[in-house]
């Protein structure tokens, strides 16, 4: 069995926009991971990482929004 590759991964668990191409993605890659454990476990830590990284550029956000601009002399 063919895997997924990490472009097809991180595509599917990054994509934004609901088109035609992510579509078919999304399906492709459903599909592999009923069959496939290997894959299906990449998806999950892709999915982690992703999540992970989304909460940690928040939080940078909120604390540049609330740092108070530099004083000119």
């Given at each position: 069995m063919d895997h997924l590759t990490i472009e097809?991964?991180?595509?599917?668990?990054?994509?934004?926009?609901?088109?035609?191409?992510?579509?078919k993605l999304a399906a492709k890659v459903?599909?592999?991971?009923?069959?496939c454990p290997h894959c299906l476990?990449?998806?999950?830590?892709?999915q982690l990482l992703d999540e992970a990284?989304?909460?940690?550029?928040?939080?940078?956000e909120i604390e540049l929004q609330t740092m108070s601009p530099p004083r000119s002399r």
């Amino acid at each position: 069995m063919d895997h997924l590759t990490i472009e097809q991964i991180v595509g599917f668990v990054t994509f934004d926009d609901m088109n035609e191409d992510a579509m078919k993605l999304a399906a492709k890659v459903n599909a592999h991971i009923l069959k496939c454990p290997h894959c299906l476990e990449l998806v999950q830590s892709y999915q982690l990482l992703d999540e992970a990284f989304d909460r940690e550029f928040a939080k940078a956000e909120i604390e540049l929004q609330t740092m108070s601009p530099p004083r000119s002399r």
